[in-house]
């Protein structure tokens, strides 16, 4: 009876539960925010550190999620390659006009700094790592699909492929670097416009050279 109460009134042990996963998750996607942002504004050698104080998060926060540059770099690129795909497809699916949802597509390509961001591809990290290639695989079958349809309902001339729109749309969406970047911004969607006006069929001019595919892009 004894050990019966003894049991009954003993005080229970506290543990120290791990953080919630969801915890984790939300901080390391302010480290990908916090590092696109500052990657656009100052280029891919911005301090890791400045990084971690943008995000509000400790220096050990953002090494135990990405230890080395090259590991932040890659996943802001896929994220933001991610993102865009997504436009893509909600485009494709909300919208019952093909020039329409390339336009939607274009213009959520350039809101994600994808011109600024996808140089730094080549420039600092292993271009052909699998997370990479899986990530530019899904972005150029929406391009080539978003593209196909509006081709297919006679709105898009048939003499631009989609290494034309890759190459326009990276040119035509990069900011310089800098702090004054973002200062430009006003002109991106204006100047977006008018090439997509331009690809509008029927076509009013005949352009040099041919079509660019993603072929020629991978062989320059």
Do not use: K, W
Not at 39 to 63: C, H, K, M, S
Not at 71 to 76: N, T
């Amino acid at each position: 009876m004894e050990h019966a109460v003894q049991t009954a009134t003993a005080i229970p042990v506290q543990r120290r539960h791990p953080r919630p996963r969801a915890d984790a998750l939300r901080n390391r996607e302010r480290i990908v925010t916090a590092a696109r942002e500052m990657f656009v504004e100052f280029g891919p050698d911005v301090p890791l550190d400045d990084i971690a104080r943008r995000a509000g998060l400790g220096n050990a926060t953002l090494y135990r999620n990405f230890p080395d540059r090259d590991a932040l770099v890659r996943e802001v690129v896929c994220s933001v390659m991610d993102r865009t795909v997504r436009a893509g497809e909600v485009a494709l699916a909300e919208t019952g006009d093909a020039f329409a949802a390339l336009e939607r597509f274009v213009h959520a390509a350039a809101d994600e700094r994808i011109g600024a961001l996808c140089p730094m591809v080549s420039s600092t990290f292993d271009e052909h790592h699998p997370d990479l290639e899986a990530a530019r695989e899904r972005a150029e079958g929406v391009i080539e699909e978003v593209m196909d349809r509006a081709r297919a309902a006679g709105q898009l001339r048939t003499d631009v492929g989609v290494g034309d729109l890759m190459v326009a749309v990276a040119q035509l969406s990069r900011p310089p670097a800098g702090t004054g970047c973002l200062s430009v911004d006003r002109f991106v969607h204006r100047h977006l416009q008018m090439f997509l006006d331009g690809l509008r069929a029927p076509a009013r001019s005949v352009l040099p050279g041919a079509a660019v595919t993603l072929e020629d892009l991978r062989r320059a």
